[in-house]
């Protein structure tokens, strides 16, 4: 009876101080009153992907562009505090609905702005726009440009919008070429798969492609053919407005003070990419 009155007393004291978060989303409406009163947020990124959010056996956390992105923008949201952030991997699969249930309060995932998505998702950003484009294998010589993947095997990464962009038409689909679907969990997948010669083309996001030729040099080459625009966005639970101006806030700064640049040079500057250089126009938070 006495421990259950003392609960109680704590509970109403946290409550007063604003400190009822405890787990991810906790009682703040928006991610920006959660990182300034909890002073911690949980961020959604990939876990697969080398270069944009990889998490190496044995490390704590993970790496990469999105991931030092995610660090850059909480830091500016939370005007020099310490926030503790728990990374979830968050695969594009179940990014809509990691979101929604309220597992993760943000999410920094090679997530591209789609019309299919904007319903379910208040998107921040775009933070960098890059291009979608094919990976093959070194030695294959038949695909040479993106409309050559009409009738070859390529890769479905789950819950990704990248196979779309050849097989539909647009505005989330772009060639609407006939094409054999592979089905595989995400791009790591996708990769093995190519090299296994179970696949013909991985075709998605520059920027992804890179960051695995990279780990295998010689095994894959870019067609370089680029033929989509990719916002990345930063996804929010839908209808935070007060966190999207707030995350907007911080991508300008940070391409205004070289910080974007910086670490696009930092995770991509050995590659062949043409690295963004400016700020892409803000979209607005509806
Ligand atoms: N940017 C694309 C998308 O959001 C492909 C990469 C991904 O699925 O993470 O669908």
């Known amino acids: 009876m006495q421990m259950r009155r003392t609960g109680a007393v704590l509970a109403t004291g946290a409550m007063a101080l604003g400190l009822a978060a405890c787990g991810s989303g906790g009682s703040y409406s928006t991610v920006v009153d959660k990182i300034k009163g909890a002073k911690e947020i949980t961020v959604g990124t990939k876990w697969d992907q080398p270069s944009l959010g990889l998490k190496k056996p044995g490390a704590a956390d993970p790496e990469g562009f999105d991931v030092d992105v995610a660090k850059a923008v ?23 609905a990691l979101l929604q249930n309220g597992t993760v309060d943000i999410i920094f995932a090679t997530y591209s702005i789609t019309e ?6 208040t ?22 440009k993106a409309t050559d993947l009409k009738d070859k095997r390529i890769c479905q990464a789950q819950g990704s919008n990248s196979y779309k962009r050849i097989t539909d038409p647009p505005p989330d689909g772009k060639l609407g070429l006939p094409a054999k679907l592979v089905g595989a969990s995400n791009y790591s997948e996708c990769v093995q798969k190519l090299g296994g010669n179970n696949l013909d083309a991985v075709t998605t996001d520059n920027l992804i492609l890179a960051g695995f030729a990279a780990q295998e040099p010689g095994k894959y080459k870019l067609l370089n053919d680029p033929f989509t625009d990719e916002k990345y966005g930063i996804g929010l639970k839908k209808g935070d407005k007060t966190t999207c101006e707030a995350v907007n806030k911080a991508v300008a700064e940070l391409w205004a003070d070289g910080t974007m640049t910086k670490l696009l040079q930092q995770w991509f500057g050995k590659t062949d990419l043409q690295l963004p250089t400016s700020a892409p126009p803000a979209e607005g938070c509806a």
């Open 123 to 144: 998107f921040g950003g775009p933070y960098v726009v890059v291009h979608q484009d094919t990976m093959v294998r070194a030695s294959d010589s038949a695909i040479a």
């Open 116 to 121: 299919a998505r904007k319903p379910k998702v």
């Open 74 to 96: 909480i830091a500016k949201m939370a005007g020099g505090e310490n926030i503790k952030i728990t990374w979830k991997e968050s695969p594009s699969s179940n990014r809509e």
